[in-house]
């Protein structure tokens, strides 16, 4: 769906349709026929009245997501019918303070993945139209940004949802390229003799069973003057049997998710060379695959990481964090000077049993920085929370016979340790620079929820870009 802002007054403008959002209908000149409908102005309530040819939908807030979910709501409405054109008569001041919202939400809402449909519906070509009589250049920066943004974020969806067969450790690879390709990003990527010269046996342990290699990926975006440097990582497990540590079937559907995090990133790096960023930011994935078989990696397996720590393996589906050890290793080896490291991954169901499956656990050792994460999120319409690390927690991922286990001896705070274990490879001078994203729970949710679909949701992407662009 194309979306316009248009530097005209609503009665210049001819739409099929009038979007409203509302949070009464007192007043309305359709409140009786509202009332006889039953509508009432709440969250994700809509109702097209085709012969005023208005789309009515309830909004609670008027934050960023109770706007984004409105108007994801009213055009999903609008979607479903085949008039081409709608244009949202709200006030002038209200369009302007909510335009991001608005446009993202329009953008997100309107997403479909059909790749794998022999029957794919017929798409209209359908615009929305926002009407301003006074377009600043501010309000022309804000409506480009978030129209790049949204295509980030669907793009990042895309790449989640492909299937396993379709998207593995070189497919991955060659959609980085064009990535770089396409953005001007510098593009570098290693196989697994690479890993091995290196000394990243805990990520190349991960991939050995698999009939396709693994890939350590590096986008770098480097403009003249940057003033910042950033390091983002991603969790790039294309498809996880759980290796021989093996998932129960139930638990195997939806494993083409845990690629989330180098998606995320993939996503990230798509976009921030158009956002015009004076920021240098490398993207690094550790694109791998889990599977069983005659050489596969073993629980009792000792592997040994790039900086030289030992890791005693006691579940091989504990196999994102082997990965995120290696690639934390090599950022901090191959790039000095690092303002932030992030690094994104689907690393724990325990994430998702402490803070529910649409919110992202956020982790470090810089309190001030995770506070500064979790309100940029939450600016951003991702749900955040901060969790903590504490001392006796840390005790829990000590192995007898190696310098740390890959699992915790208790089955409690799984999340916390999971993150303390990247914390071992995290280098002293970068401890205070250093966040964990575990997005195992927004990044693939089997039903649509707000203006996000069923299956992949791009989380990670939006939160990270409103941090970039509001660093000083």
Not at 12 to 18: A, F, M, P
Not at 227 to 253: H, Q
Not at 286 to 294: L, S
Not at 378 to 407: C, H, M, Q, V
């Amino acid at each position: 769906m194309k979306i316009n802002l248009l530097e005209k007054k609503i009665s210049e403008v001819n739409s099929d349709i009038e979007i409203l959002i509302v949070n009464s209908i007192e007043g309305l000149n359709e409140k009786e026929i509202l009332e006889n409908l039953n509508f009432n102005a709440k969250d994700e309530s809509v109702i097209f009245l085709s012969e005023s040819k208005k789309i009515f939908v309830g909004c609670e807030s008027n934050d960023y997501d109770g706007i984004a979910i409105a108007i994801a709501t009213a055009i999903k409405k609008f979607n479903s019918t085949k008039f081409k054109s709608a244009m949202i008569k709200a006030d002038e001041i209200i369009l302007k303070q909510n335009l991001k919202a608005l446009v993202e939400g329009a953008s997100l809402g309107s997403y479909t993945f059909d790749k794998y449909k022999s029957k794919k519906a017929k798409k209209i070509k359908q615009k929305l139209n926002i009407c301003l009589e006074e377009v600043s250049k501010d309000l022309e920066k804000t409506f480009k940004e978030s129209i790049e943004i949204a295509k980030a974020v669907n793009k990042t969806r895309d790449m989640v949802n492909t299937i396993p067969a379709d998207f593995y450790p070189k497919v991955m690879a060659k959609e980085a390229k064009k990535i770089a390709k396409k953005s001007n990003l510098k593009y570098v990527v290693y196989g697994e003799d690479y890993l091995e010269e290196q000394g990243m046996n805990s990520m190349n342990s991960v991939g050995r069973a698999s009939i396709h290699e693994s890939k350590l990926i590096h986008l770098t975006y480097k403009p003249k003057n940057a003033k910042k440097k950033i390091v983002l990582i991603g969790k790039g497990l294309t498809y996880d049997s759980g290796g021989l540590s093996l998932k129960p079937a139930d638990f195997m559907v939806t494993m083409k998710s845990d690629k989330s995090g180098g998606c995320a990133v993939l996503g990230i790096m798509s976009v921030i060379s158009k956002l015009g960023l004076d920021i240098e930011v490398h993207g690094i994935v550790g694109a791998v695959e889990n599977m069983i078989g005659g050489d596969a990696f073993k629980p009792d397996d000792v592997l040994k990481a790039k900086n030289g720590k030992t890791i005693e393996v006691r579940n091989t589906d504990a196999e994102g964090r082997l990965v995120l050890a290696d690639c934390l290793c090599y950022a901090q080896d191959e790039i000095k000077d690092i303002d932030y490291i992030f690094d994104y991954a689907t690393l724990t169901g325990a994430c998702v049993v402490g803070v529910g499956e649409y919110t992202t656990g956020i982790m470090g050792n810089n309190e001030k920085l995770k506070e500064e994460v979790v309100s940029k999120a939450i600016a951003s319409g991702e749900y955040a929370a901060s969790l903590p690390f504490n001392r006796y927690l840390k005790k829990t991922i000590k192995s007898e016979i190696a310098d740390i286990s890959n699992i915790a001896s208790t089955r409690y705070g799984g999340a916390i340790t999971a993150g303390m274990f990247l914390d071992n490879f995290i280098y002293d001078e970068n401890k205070e620079k250093w966040i964990h994203f575990d997005i195992a729970g927004p990044a693939y949710v089997e039903k649509a929820w707000g203006y996000n679909p069923c299956g992949g949701s791009g989380a990670g992407v939006r939160m990270t870009l409103e941090f970039l662009k509001n660093l000083k």
